[in-house]
């Protein structure tokens, strides 16, 4: 399989992709983090908060600061898990 470098494309595309990798999975989302600083970044954007689902992950393993971050963004998820 050929390598693709995400970072070359435009940095709106970029963000779009981050935020499908990480809407999901917690560990994806921190593995995306500890790839790079311009993926560190990427993930830290709006964007990524806001879609993440917080009702996937069980909460006796949700880290207190993501949801405390998809709270912030206003996330739907955990306006509707927190209410």
Not at 43 to 51: I, K, M, N, S
């Amino acid at each position: 399989m050929e390598y693709f470098p995400l970072l070359e494309l435009p940095e709106e595309i970029q963000a779009l992709v981050v935020e499908r990798v990480a809407r999901d999975s917690f560990q994806d989302l921190y593995g995306l983090k500890a790839s790079s600083k311009s993926m560190k970044a990427l993930a830290e954007r709006h964007g990524v908060y806001y879609f993440y689902d917080v009702l996937s992950v069980p909460w006796e393993l949700m880290p207190s600061q993501l949801l405390k971050s998809c709270y912030a963004e206003g996330n739907p998820s955990t306006l509707e898990a927190c209410s």
